[in-house]
């Protein structure tokens, strides 16, 4: 994709992409995937790729420590790590299998642990941009609300949301045939549908960055908050 929106060499963004599912399979293949779209779409556009596979993350158990103690989830296990990544992005792609019509319990139980940032710190990850996959091993097992499950978490933080280019409506919807990385690869339309998603994600972040860079810091935070 052709443009100029990088305009010096020192400019990056950084997209992040977190893979929800249990296994190295599918989901991993996509989500890594756009990624690379992404990272060749812009000069200066940085990845970064992290999945929950194997990752300890209790979900939120509504103890309101976070809101007492005004702080970020004090919980310990393998959460943190992902929260400091996911503060660092400029974008995101979350991918998650389809399971039950819906996003893993794994990604849920990271989203919910996520909750201090909008209590305690409203607007803290405003303003970025988000994108989903789902890879489901039926052709309309349920992608399209696990995509709404992702979308959902995105509009929760004021992530602002791209579900691509116009054919892609929602996001990605992929259809493995229950064959992880075999069967994702062989979707074709699948497959356009994750890459056209990495690319729309590279061009809104570096569109947003520059937007913020153009706004004085008074102007945008006073149109923010
Ligand atoms: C607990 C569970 C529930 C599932 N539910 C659905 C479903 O509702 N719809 C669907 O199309 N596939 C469903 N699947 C199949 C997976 O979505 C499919 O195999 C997918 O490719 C797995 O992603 P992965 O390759 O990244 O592991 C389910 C799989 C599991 C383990």
Not at 204 to 214: C, P, R
Request: charged share 25%.
């Amino acid at each position: 994709m052709e443009n100029d929106l990088s305009a010096s060499p020192e400019d990056k963004v950084l997209i992040l992409g977190i893979s929800g599912s249990n296994r190295k399979a599918g989901t991993e293949y996509c989500v890594k995937r756009a990624l690379r779209a992404a990272e060749e779409s812009i000069p200066g556009t940085t990845t970064r790729y992290l999945s929950l596979k194997g990752k300890k993350i209790s979900f939120c158990i509504h103890c309101d420590r976070c809101i007492k103690e005004r702080c970020l989830c004090t919980v310990k296990d393998d959460f943190q790590e992902i929260q400091d990544a996911f503060l660092e992005a400029d974008g995101y792609i979350i991918g998650t299998p389809v399971y039950n019509m819906n996003c893993t319990p794994l990604l849920q139980a990271f989203f919910s642990r996520l909750r201090p940032l909008f209590l305690v710190h409203p607007g803290i990850v405003a303003n970025r941009v988000g994108g989903a996959i789902a890879v489901g091993g039926t052709r309309h097992g349920g992608q399209e609300s696990a995509i709404l499950a992702i979308r959902n978490f995105y509009l929760t933080f004021e992530i602002l949301v791209t579900g691509g280019p116009s054919d892609n409506y929602g996001g990605a919807a992929v259809w493995s045939r229950d064959r992880a990385e075999e069967g994702v690869i062989e979707d074709a339309i699948g497959m356009e549908k994750v890459v056209g998603l990495g690319r729309r994600i590279a061009e809104v972040a570096w569109i947003l960055k520059k937007g913020k860079e153009g706004l004085s810091n008074q102007v945008y935070r006073n149109a923010h908050r």
